[in-house]
């Protein structure tokens, strides 16, 4: 009997350990103090073990956006989370000094030195999903669709021979995003999807965008994986001749010590508007995050099994009798008792840097391919609670020559000598594994 209760514990123990969200955020901050309160949400709920953040991706046309989400990561002390931007725009411009990014990125330190040196967002997606689990990955958009637009239109590349429709189909396990309006199952997008014509008269930035609305319409009918939204009533539900109440959070950040990130970022956002006393406001993206990481709980119900409908206008449709895996959530609890919960997480403790190494990558396998020769090995697995595996480090004869988010490094081209290969795993806070040593004569 006492072996099958042991037997038991360890099942519970190693269903607890693999129950964690694998995410990757899509944000866009700098307009709204939001995103920086959602991945202030995201670090508290990796430090108690409910997920490990992968990535987080900027979507806006601002160079400080990824600087400043650097220098999110760095102050939790989690500097090697790797930092996506999306370069697909024509031109990229500098943030002005009424947004908080622009503040944040000049007055904090942060890894990534140089707009530059970020992450093509469609790649790391792309890197990311190859090397995941089947049905294992949880992405969250609370910002544009850009980069996720630009997934799903990707072809082969060096990452990965699947298109993005097949990545995204085959890895992703839900895309849960901020945006619409789903009130009696159909409403006006306010911003996020592109707004909405109707909308032109009630605020200048909810008038329609045509190209994020086509972005937005391309996702919403052609995304394989499951698709849930959490429409502006959610968190912001008085608007435009809607009575839905506010989930409202913010205010509490003022107990914070008053260099603190979060904070900051939202008092920054304030002091453009009006002055920084009360720096309380709605919290539709948070609404979208926790729902994305917590499920229903009490706060939601979600319905599900669904098609949703976006039209060149801005209006939203969600209709329950055509299955497309696509649904939204709503309310199911008071809005105070919703933002509580929210502004606890947005407040959660710093965690102490991780010093303590992940294990070592094992298996390591050399393989001819068109060619060319690829590593590829066995993921490793950080044992410390809050801390996880983000990269890998590849040395060459003891240089580093890349860093990889994915189980492969490719594209080795022939030289005729014999090369010394290690891979070294890199967790959150930039601590390295030992090296498995590969020698290999391409």
Same mark, same amino acid.
């Given at each position: 009997?006492?072996?099958?209760?042991?037997?038991?514990?360890?099942?519970?123990?190693?269903?607890?350990?693999?129950?964690?969200?694998?995410?990757?955020?899509?944000?866009?901050?700098?307009?709204?103090?939001?995103?920086?309160?959602?991945?202030?949400?995201?670090?508290?709920?990796?430090?108690?073990?409910?997920?490990?953040?992968?990535?987080?991706?900027?979507?806006?046309?601002?160079?400080?956006?990824?600087?400043?989400?650097?220098?999110?990561?760095?102050?939790?002390?989690?500097?090697?989370?790797?930092?996506?931007?999306?370069?697909?725009?024509?031109?990229?411009?500098?943030?002005?000094?009424?947004?908080?990014?622009?503040?944040?990125?000049?007055?904090?330190?942060?890894?990534?030195?140089?707009?530059?040196?970020?992450?093509?967002?469609?790649?790391?997606?792309?890197?990311?999903?190859?090397?995941?689990?089947?049905?294992?990955?949880?992405?969250?958009?609370?910002?544009?669709?850009?980069?996720?637009?630009?997934?799903?239109?990707?072809?082969?590349?060096?990452?990965?021979?699947?298109?993005?429709?097949?990545?995204?189909?085959?890895?992703?396990?839900?895309?849960?995003?901020?945006?619409?309006?789903?009130?009696?199952?159909?409403?006006?997008?306010?911003?996020?999807?592109?707004?909405?014509?109707?909308?032109?008269?009630?605020?200048?930035?909810?008038?329609?965008?045509?190209?994020?609305?086509?972005?937005?319409?391309?996702?919403?009918?052609?995304?394989?994986?499951?698709?849930?939204?959490?429409?502006?009533?959610?968190?912001?539900?008085?608007?435009?001749?809607?009575?839905?109440?506010?989930?409202?959070?913010?205010?509490?950040?003022?107990? /914070?010590?008053?260099?603190?990130?979060?904070?900051?970022?939202?008092?920054?956002?304030?002091?453009?508007?009006?002055?920084?006393?009360?720096?309380?406001?709605?919290?539709?993206?948070?609404?979208?995050?926790?729902?994305?990481?917590?499920?229903?709980?009490?706060?939601?119900?979600?319905?599900?099994?669904?098609?949703?409908?976006?039209?060149?206008?801005?209006?939203?449709?969600?209709?329950?009798?055509?299955?497309?895996?696509?649904?939204?959530?709503?309310?199911?609890?008071?809005?105070?008792?919703?933002?509580?919960?929210?502004?606890?997480?947005?407040?959660?403790?710093?965690?102490?840097?991780?010093?303590?190494?992940?294990?070592?990558?094992?298996?390591?396998?050399?393989?001819?391919?068109?060619?060319?020769?690829?590593?590829?090995?066995?993921?490793?697995?950080?044992?410390?609670?809050?801390?996880?595996?983000?990269?890998?480090?590849?040395?060459?004869?003891?240089?580093?020559?890349?860093?990889?988010?994915?189980?492969?490094?490719?594209?080795?081209?022939?030289?005729?000598?014999?090369?010394?290969?290690?891979?070294?795993? /890199?967790?959150?806070?930039?601590?390295?594994?030992?090296?498995?040593?590969?020698?290999?004569?391409?």
């Amino acid at each position: 009997m006492k072996n099958i209760i042991f037997l038991a514990v360890l099942t519970l123990i190693s269903l607890e350990l693999t129950a964690q969200e694998k995410v990757i955020l899509d944000t866009d901050p700098s307009f709204d103090p939001d995103d920086v309160g959602c991945i202030a949400m995201l670090q508290t709920m990796a430090t108690q073990g409910e997920c490990n953040i992968l990535a987080i991706i900027n979507s806006t046309d601002q160079k400080e956006s990824a600087l400043c989400i650097s220098s999110i990561n760095y102050f939790y002390n989690r500097k090697a989370i790797p930092v996506g931007d999306y370069k697909g725009y024509a031109k990229k411009i500098h943030a002005t000094e009424n947004t908080y990014d622009y503040h944040i990125a000049k007055d904090y330190p942060r890894e990534l030195m140089n707009w530059e040196d970020s992450h093509d967002g469609v790649k790391l997606y792309r890197e990311i999903l190859e090397s995941a689990k089947d049905n294992s990955i949880t992405v969250v958009i609370i910002g544009t669709m850009h980069n996720f637009y630009g997934l799903l239109q990707s072809g082969p590349d060096e990452y990965s021979d699947k298109t993005g429709l097949e990545l995204v189909k085959n890895k992703v396990k839900l895309v849960a995003t901020m945006g619409g309006n789903f009130l009696n199952n159909k409403g006006l997008d306010r911003t996020n999807w592109g707004g909405a014509d109707a909308l032109c008269s009630y605020t200048d930035w909810s008038c329609l965008r045509e190209e994020r609305n086509r972005m937005c319409r391309y996702v919403i009918e052609n995304c394989p994986a499951p698709f849930m939204a959490s429409g502006w009533e959610n968190g912001n539900g008085d608007y435009h001749n809607a009575n839905n109440g506010n989930v409202i959070t913010g205010q509490g950040l003022k107990k /914070l010590p008053k260099n603190h990130i979060v904070r900051k970022s939202y008092e920054r956002h304030f002091e453009y508007r009006g002055g920084a006393d009360d720096i309380s406001r709605h919290s539709n993206d948070q609404c979208a995050l926790h729902y994305a990481i917590r499920g229903e709980s009490n706060n939601y119900t979600a319905y599900t099994n669904g098609k949703i409908t976006l039209s060149k206008n801005g209006e939203c449709l969600w209709d329950p009798n055509i299955n497309r895996k696509q649904g939204h959530i709503q309310k199911n609890r008071e809005d105070d008792a919703i933002a509580a919960e929210i502004e606890a997480l947005m407040m959660g403790a710093v965690p102490d840097l991780d010093t303590s190494p992940p294990t070592a990558p094992k298996n390591i396998k050399f393989l001819e391919k068109d060619g060319a020769f690829n590593l590829q090995w066995e993921a490793s697995t950080d044992p410390t609670k809050g801390s996880w595996v983000v990269a890998y480090n590849i040395y060459s004869d003891g240089q580093l020559i890349r860093q990889v988010y994915g189980t492969k490094f490719g594209a080795i081209a022939k030289s005729g000598k014999t090369v010394d290969y290690e891979i070294r795993a /890199l967790n959150a806070s930039g601590t390295e594994s030992e090296a498995d040593v590969f020698s290999v004569k391409p």
